[in-house]
C-alpha cells in the first residue's frame, strides 16, 4: 500500500514539471539562446588569442628575463613554450568554469 502512494505521488511530481506548473514559481520565463556561427565564433577566437598573448607577455616576459631565459631560442619542448601553453589553458578554463564564457565571446556578444 505504502508503494501505492510513494508511486502515485512521483508520477504527480513528475507531472506536475512536465505541465510547467510549480507552486514555488507560477511565473515562469523561458529564455531562448541562439547559436554562434562560424564566423562569430572564429573572430572571438582571435580575441581571445589577443588577451592570451597580452597576459602572457606582462606575466611571463619579466619572469624569462629574470632566470635569464632567451624566448627567442626557445623550442618546442622548452620551458618557455610550456609556461606559455598552461597560461593558454589556464585562461580558457578558468574563464569558462567561473564566467561561463572568454572574454571574446563576451565582447561579441
Known amino acids: 500500500m505504502t508503494e501505492e502512494l510513494y508511486q502515485s505521488d512521483e508520477h504527480q511530481e513528475s507531472s506536475e514539471q512536465v505541465s510547467g506548473k510549480d ?15 562560424f564566423w562569430v565564433r572564429f573572430w572571438a577566437y582571435l580575441v581571445d588569442l589577443i588577451v592570451v598573448g597580452s597576459l602572457s607577455r606582462l606575466v611571463l616576459s619579466p619572469l624569462y628575463a629574470l632566470f635569464g631565459m632567451n624566448v627567442y631560442e626557445a623550442g618546442v619542448f622548452s ?16 574563464m569558462t568554469k567561473y564566467f561561463n564564457q572568454t572574454l571574446g565571446k563576451w565582447c561579441l556578444e
Open 23 to 37: 507552486s514555488a514559481s507560477p511565473n515562469t520565463s523561458v529564455s531562448i539562446f541562439m547559436h554562434a556561427g
Open 79 to 94: 620551458p618557455v613554450q610550456w609556461a606559455d601553453t598552461v597560461v593558454y589553458f589556464l585562461y580558457f578554463v578558468l
